[in-house]
């Protein structure tokens, strides 16, 4: 089979690790074989370590606007604006997401105000996906609140779109530690190996369709027009049938 | 505006209410409008009351061939494997959805073993939804796990794939229960409203982009090739840098 | 050190697996393990396999009232009533407890309007746990829903209530599988083994403090008080200060 | 009926708001309700505005000895340390808690390896609880998470531990805004003012218990004793049976 070439997409991958140096961090390391797969199919890929930035707290564009000294958001907003395809990439600490994870979800949500010229969401016509190491448990739970985060902002979810690595329930070693007489952790794994094949080329496969139709049609989703009181064929149904 | 038609597209909504009439469930009331928007474009909306039948516990296609004496499964099955669109509705109770949905999940999983024609899971080419009703919380948490379950078995996610209604905290009257001088429950309710018409469009233009490209690019997704070894670009990430 | 003898006390392991012989389900053996313990040290352990049983749809006591032709869990309940530790154990498909562990939790759900001789609900003076078992991914998440409902009901939830086995993630054997030249799966799991004698014991010591104390004071959760409008010292806070 | 006093007991309260102005935090203002019940049966009650202290990324005890410049955790935790109770409030967003919780959250893991003086965990013989407000959906959800973390950190999880308040689905104002011709908002909500009552009584009520009981006992729990093997009647069980 030949591989598709997607040069015209830009991917933006979030690294929410907890640790300040990036080459240290497990689920960079799986980030890294999603930014093989795009890179190797043309797509432009950004890399962006979260905790190496100061993104402030808060739900408001620019936090510096309401209060706080300092706010990175700002300036790290038009890579996330620029990119096709946006990955959020989170270890896991008793079995969720990282602090670091949450704050750039709250930044993001702190956008949804924006539209984009259809007058829908900023986030149409873009697709997201999730990537999750931890040694114990809890990717399928993450993969729900991250995904469900991004639908929910108005991107597009391919199937599959989420992968990790788990070892055996208890502390171990984490996804890419090295070690002495074999593969690094989770090399061997195939469903790991797949599932991040996978995510990947679904992620590419649908911002694709999206790009070639112009995103999706705004009947029904045009901002505007639902702030204006345009109903797009909606009527409220019959009640409830009485129980007396 | 014009609305677009969609007449090919055929949509199956699964209420997986706990009551046995479906005309006392308030969640039914909630996919009334999903029908309702979706019959007016010209989608072939199908009903199934999932309560209403002997759906066996159990993870393979026919529980009748592992020791259970009666299956209703697989004679439901051909209606969700003619349906573009999957939309899963559920009542809350303690804040999650109702042991007829997650029956429902099960037996969707159950299926998840089966390729389409261009070895592909059977569920890529469907675009997938949640409808959520209770009187306090929880339409969030159960949409992060439904929409979940549903791209993880192959589907597409629209953007706002979901919708609900909860009335303020605590115990309360439900979704399109009878007022005496006012509109039934909810029904006086902008979001609940706009983002039941939001959903129904975004399905229905994701099932038609998804139609009309023939369903998503094979490569990455071929499940016999990925049996085969097939590795679509895949390489070993770099290990994490030792930390000593 | 001399283990404490609980003879006095009662508990009831709630196995919501799907198999329907119980001697197949990986989740039970977990469950042998707490039985074991408990046992041991002298409590009378009550053991129900949910799947055997005819729990109906519903959240009514008994649902033969509510249109349903036959329901089990009326002769069931006095066993949940009887016990001083209650323990739901579940298997996990697509990262959740089955359906029908979420049948027994609307069931119990479905009790919570019965009070205790002082007032309190009836759940009151009851601990409660978690045992899960799956062969990659969720021990985290379905505890946090299982312990999450038992709190919400009245029980005490001990430190570390739960305990699981999850293996590597991606398909595999299950807990409690046999294998030729090793011990069963997950037997040598020192997390497993540890959170599981944890857990037992943590129930048995919460479970006779509670008793020893005669449950805890009504100051505050009398019920019958609170519907007379008992505010047992509340009072309501100042506004949240102008932003203007 | 005379209230109980509980003078020696010593809670902590820890907003979690992401509003640097403690005065401007909805959460907050649920969290004094529970301040006035504490207060006024004697115990003495610290509150912590987390936002306001720089508490740095990781899951150490100390991130300065792991390259963070700054780091406030160190001088916080005698206050988590000097606590019987420990209360989690914080906001919504996209229906999760705030990044200022899970990063607290991830800071009191990180302090886990430390054994009280009966080798137990240090988070022994303390009880948790949550309070969380937004303005539409996610109560049940976030209290899953926030409970599990603090019972399974080693705290004792009381009857019926967490209150909030959500108003009917959509945008809308926040637990205590303001009012022109009303109360602010949610104070008139029975439900949350029950829940906020009942959560109070039912921590001081157990902290009092466990306090004066002198703890859990060790049997089963001291870490020192399962770090040297012992296994405090563990029995492996039997294997599944075959399927063959």
Request: charged fraction near 20%.
């Amino acid at each position: 089979m030949d591989a598709p070439r997607y040069d015209s997409l830009t991917a933006l991958l979030v690294n929410c690790s907890l640790s300040p140096q990036e080459e240290q961090s497990h689920t960079g390391r799986l980030l890294d074989v999603v930014d093989h797969l795009m890179s190797g199919a043309g797509v432009s890929v950004d890399r962006l370590h979260a905790v190496s930035h100061d993104i402030a707290p808060g739900v408001q564009p620019d936090m510096r606007e309401h209060g706080i000294a300092t706010d990175d958001w700002p300036s790290l907003w038009p890579r996330v604006e620029a990119a096709d395809i946006v990955v959020l990439g989170t270890p896991l600490w008793l079995g969720e997401e990282s602090s670091v994870c949450r704050r750039v979800i709250e930044r993001l949500y702190a956008m949804s105000g924006l539209l984009n010229d259809a007058g829908q969401s900023i986030y149409y016509g873009k697709v997201g996906g999730a990537v999750i190491t931890g040694n114990e448990d809890g990717v399928k739970h993450t993969s729900m609140s991250l995904l469900f985060s991004l639908q929910h902002l108005g991107m597009v979810i391919p199937p599959q779109a989420d992968c990790g690595w788990l070892g055996e329930i208890g502390p171990g070693p984490s996804y890419a530690d090295p070690r002495e007489d074999a593969d690094p952790v989770g090399f061997d794994n195939d469903f790991t190996r797949r599932n991040a094949t996978i995510m990947s080329w679904n992620l590419m496969h649908t911002a694709h369709l999206l790009r070639e139709a112009g995103g999706l049609p705004t009947y029904g989703n045009d901002r505007n027009a639902l702030g204006d009181g345009e109903l797009f064929g909606y009527a409220a149904p019959r009640p409830v049938a009485g129980q007396g």
